[in-house]
């Protein structure tokens, strides 16, 4: 009982962590593009 | 739309009082954290020769084919409004409306009070990126509900968890799956409610039934202490929002990959003044929307004119294959028609202006073609199965929940109905169409050939005629050199070495070929138009045009001709082979050409095209695709060139060479972005393969759904069970769409 009374509260809160880096990402525009960043590291500019 | 049933009462209310003029009348806004309604006083708007306004705009939050409905009927009952059209494919409208009696803000406004986003065009498209949100934050959640039902599964096996504990993970389960039914699920509750609002059922109505009946059973479960299906709902949710995800993408990647290409426009001009005193004159920088007629514009070697006009200066090779489809040069000078669009190979033009921006020959086809392919819509498979799929659904819950109550009361009816309507949430098949559609995509993509959308593909896959165009398509539209003597050729090269002329391209190219060495030129003199002039070896030659497709060498003062080097279309390398495959594909292959019989038979023959249809004008091409349609065959048609537009958008599948011009792109279902035919044929393969994969995975959901309700209703499933049973069928989907791409490559592999 005792382990999940504290482990519970550690998971949880890592997993909100993880969520709102998650959110932060997205809003930033981390996802609109998935294709082209790869590639336009090898274009000549 | 409105948000909630409040909104919508109190806006009825609004309207029966008949203060809704106060909002149209109104100038300053609140900020509206999602509707975008402000800025649109600013948005260039297109006067049309009867005084009315015309614009184009793109339209965020189009969810189906019923949501244009509802904007188009909803906008051209609004007073004043001519016309209104909204794409699907697009999510682009076309306004037309009397600027006496409205204005753009309160079409706008109109638009947004749909619950739409309306935006001007030029802004670049914003990604949906409360999507990906959605799925991300589903997909976190369903590991952790998971998690914890998994240690309430264990507790089966080894004997019954810990009541406290198995409280606290039901509770914190449904704590967990409560923002992802009211919040990530939102996108199927909405599009079912518009969808009942319009009486069209499609597949986000028994998506949402499922939803909501999951997480009212998860509620009641949780509250008796038995364990719910909590686990199911957060997968479910998160693998539907996946396919969203992907099908948008793809949507918006063709979307962009065309708008690239349109971009390609001369933004800014120069234009000539002439000073006060009438003599002088200077050139200023201006942007194309300030061009005025009459007006007079430069330009130079390279440069794309930006107006339609007639030139009073200068002399050059220009290019109009934008507008004609013909990829030779031809010569202009004083005097002589040039429209926009046309680029100029050599020397220098002004340009009087006689028709700008809308006005332009290129604008008004384009826009004549764009219109015609806004018009194209057709529901999906999925969406016609829906209907069907829900009253059956349904019919399979009330029999189950009859039977039972007559049989042994209402808490087994109960149980047993939910489990039903549980696991006939029609996930996979939801999943089935966006999922393998994305993946033909992708697998075409991959190979060269970009489409716009699913439903393009598909019908790809279906066509039986396909109709080629000959200059850009089947032939490079680069000029090659046919038949030339190694001497004259030799000079020839030395002359051209340093122009960057097409011709000159083909002399070097093919100088290049045969081996032979650059000799050095002297005193060369390019005139445009004209020729070329030079000494080699201490002798003046000239390079000069002898008439279409032949290029005279002359060496002297009074100039004696010397050789012949003749100029023509060119086959692509690999263009005879790709014909056999396409034929093998079963389709038949005809010839469209503007040419005259003999070139048009000549290429055919390199080409191994049996059929020919020669000196056909655009309109002719649109109607020989309508001829084949009438008799029930679908066709695809391959072209560059504006020319080419009408038929792009007649067939049922136009594909464009993305070296091809611009507009045409606009028109086009797909764009071949490699300098070959052979994308046709992976595109064919990629259709067909994704055509068996939805076949295949909506006949595997169908029959899953049968025996999952047949089991519900007899009550052997459980939350465990419909843990177990519920992934299945989605993974057989997702491995449907997983063997799409295997399958191209077999077909492609086999033909080797």
Redesign the interface.
Known sequence: ?QA?IVL?PIVLGL?LV??WL??LA??D?Q?????DPPKRMLHDD | MFCCPGCELAAAIIRGAGLERYYDEREAFPPRPEATVGGWTQVPVETLADGHAQVRLAIDGLRCASCVWVTEKVLERTPGVDSAMVSYATGRATLRWDPARTDLPALARRIAALGYRPRPLSEDSA?D?GL??RM??AV?AMI?IMGLYEGLYAGWWYGDI?P??AA?FRWLSLVIATPVTLWCAEPFFAGAWSGLRHRVLHMDLPIALGVAILYLHGLVTTILGQDGYLDSLAMLVALLLAGRVLES?GRR?AAEAASALVGAVPRTVRRVVTAPDGETERIESVPVSELRLDDRIDAGAGEELAADGVVVQGSAQVRMALVTGEARPIVVAPGDRVVAGALLLDGALTVAVEAVGQDTVVHRMAAELQAAQDRQLSPSSTDRIAPWFTAATLAAAILTCLGWWLAQGAGAAISRTVAVLVVACPCALALAQPLSAAAGLGAAARRGLLLRSGDALLRLGRVEVAGLDKTGTLTGGAVVVTDAGDAALRIAAGLERYSGHPIARAITTEAARRGIPLPAATEVRETPGAGITGVIDGVRWELRSGGPGVVELTTGRRPTLVADILLGDAIRPDTREVMTEIAELGLDITLLTGDHEDVGRKIAGQAGIGTVAAQVSPADKAEWIRARQARGREVLFVGDGLNDGPALAAADVGIAMAEGAASSVLVADGIISTGSLRPVVAGIHAARAAERAIRRSQMQSIAYNLISVAAAAAGLVNPLVAAVLMPLSSISVIWNAMRVEPAVRRAEVCRR
């Open positions: 009982m999940v519970l997993g993880f969520a998650f959110i997205a809003r525009g996802f609109d593009d998935l294709d | 990604p990126r990906m949100l991300g934050v976190m952790a810990d406290r504990f606290l993408r990647r």
